[in-house]
C-alpha cells in the first residue's frame, strides 16, 4: 500500500485511536523534504501523513508561479508517483492550515477537482484538508466547517477543524501567546451539536492546550494537555446523557469522541506528547524540528567544506561537494532520522497497517 485510499485512511484513523497511537503529519516544501519524509516513514515502519501548508503549496510551484492550487497537484502527482516505491507503509496527503482568505483560491478549488473526481469514479488526490478557523468568531469557525464538511463528504476526504488558537507564527500567520490559547469544555459541545461526532462526515479537531507555532526555549510554552481530557469526556458524558445532540459509532473508544490533532508540537517534552496520544491525538504536525534537521545538514556540510563549494582565493573547488546532491542526501538523511524519532515518540513506528 502507498498512498492511502480514502477507506484505508479511516482505517488508518481507527487503528490510531483504538490503539493509543498518533501519525507525524510532516510538512514539506519539496520533492526533497518529501523523500526526505518518505524515507523516514519507511525507516520507522510508520503509516504517516505528508503536507503542504499555504506557503509550501505556493513555494512547490515554483517562485515565478506561486499558485497554491498547482503546487498542491504538482506535490500530490509526486507523492502519488514516488511513494509507489514503499509498499510497506501507507501515507495519506492533506493540505495544512488554511485560514479564511485562502478558502477560495485554495482549499475549496481543491475539494471541487476531487468532488469531480469522485464523480467520475476516481479517487481524491489528497486525502485530508484543514480549515483553520482560529482568527474568526466560534460561531463563524463552525458554520464554514460545516459547509466545508459537507463538501469533504462528497470528496471523499476528511475535514481537520481547529478550535482556538495556536500561539506563534507559520507562513505568515501569527497569534500571541496568552489565554486564547485554551480551549474549553464548552467550545467542544458547541462543535459537536454542530458537526457531529461522524454521523455528518468525518473529521478530526485541533483543540488548542497551550499549542504554539516554532521554536521556544523552555518556559515559554505553557502546554496544558488534560484540557484535551476534560473536552473529551465531557462530550462523552454530555452524549451519553443526551445533553450533547449526537451520535457516536459503537467502535468509538471510551471517552474518546473526538479525533484529536497536536499542533505547534516542536520542543514539547516526550511526557506531554505521550499524556496528548493518550487522550485521543491521532495526528501531530511536525515542521519546526524536521526544516532544522534538514537545514542543520546542509549547514554542516558547508562549513566541513568551506574551502570546496567556494572558489575561494582563485581556486575552483569541489565539484563533488558542491553539488547539489551531496549535501542534498545528508539533509534527506538528517530529516529522515528526525521524522522516525517523531514516530517513536508517537507510538506508530512499527505499527504500519498490513
Not at 514503499?86 to 492533506?94: F, R, S
Not at 485554495?106 to 469522485?118: A, N, T
Not at 477543524?161 to 500561539?167: C, L, S, T, W
Not at 479537531?205 to 505553557?222: C, E, L, M, S, W
Amino acid at each position: 500500500m502507498t498512498i492511502a485510499t480514502p477507506e484505508r485512511y479511516a482505517q488508518m484513523l481507527d487503528a490510531a485511536r483504538r490503539g493509543g497511537y498518533a501519525y507525524p503529519a510532516i510538512n514539506v516544501t519539496s520533492s526533497q523534504t518529501l523523500n526526505a519524509a518518505l524515507q523516514g516513514l519507511a525507516d520507522a515502519g510508520s503509516d504517516g501523513i505528508i503536507q503542504v501548508s499555504v506557503g509550501g503549496a505556493a513555494y512547490f510551484s515554483g517562485q515565478r508561479v506561486a499558485d497554491r492550487v498547482t503546487g498542491s497537484l504538482a506535490f500530490a502527482a509526486f507523492a502519488h508517483e514516488v511513494a509507489r516505491k514503499y509498499p510497506n507503509i501507507t501515507v495519506a496527503l492533506h493540505t495544512d492550515h488554511c485560514a479564511k482568505q485562502y478558502l477560495g483560491e485554495w482549499v475549496e478549488p481543491l475539494l471541487d477537482i476531487e468532488i469531480d473526481e469522485v464523480k467520475h469514479g476516481r479517487e481524491p488526490m489528497f486525502q485530508s484538508h484543514m480549515w483553520d478557523g482560529s482568527t474568526v468568531p466560534l460561531h463563524e469557525n463552525i458554520e464554514i466547517a460545516r459547509r466545508l464538511l459537507d463538501k469533504s463528504v462528497q470528496a471523499h476526504t476528511v475535514l481537520e477543524i481547529e478550535i482556538g488558537a495556536v500561539g506563534g507564527e507559520e507562513d505568515g500567520h501569527s497569534a500571541e501567546i496568552n489565554e486564547k490559547l485554551y480551549s474549553t469544555v464548552e467550545d467542544g459541545v458547541e462543535v459537536a451539536n454542530a458537526l457531529g461526532l461522524g454521523e455528518r462526515g468525518r473529521y478530526m479537531a485541533a483543540f488548542t492546550f497551550g499549542n504554539v507555532h516554532g521554536a521556544y526555549k523552555p518556559g515559554v510554552v505553557k502546554l496544558r494537555p488534560g484540557l484535551l481530557h476534560e473536552i473529551q469526556q465531557g462530550v462523552w458524558n454530555g452524549v451519553q446523557s443526551g445533553t450533547v445532540h449526537a451520535v457516536l459509532d459503537a467502535d468509538v473508544p471510551e471517552g474518546k469522541p473526538f479525533e484529536l490533532v497536536f499542533h505547534g508540537g516542536s520542543g514539547s517534552t516526550a511526557q506531554e506528547i505521550a499524556e496528548a496520544v493518550s487522550y485521543g491525538v491521532v495526528k501531530m504536525n511536525i515542521d519546526t524540528d524536521t526544516q532544522y534537521a534538514f537545514t542543520r545538514a546542509v549547514a554542516g556540510h558547508m562549513f566541513r567544506h568551506y574551502d570546496e563549494v567556494l572558489k575561494v582565493d582563485g581556486e575552483v573547488g569541489n565539484k563533488k561537494m558542491y553539488d547539489p546532491r551531496s549535501w542534498g542526501r545528508e539533509a534527506e538523511d538528517s530529516m529522515a532520522a528526525r521524522v522516525v524519532e517523531a514516530c517513536e515518540r508517537l507510538g506508530s513506528a512499527g505499527r504500519a497497517l498490513k
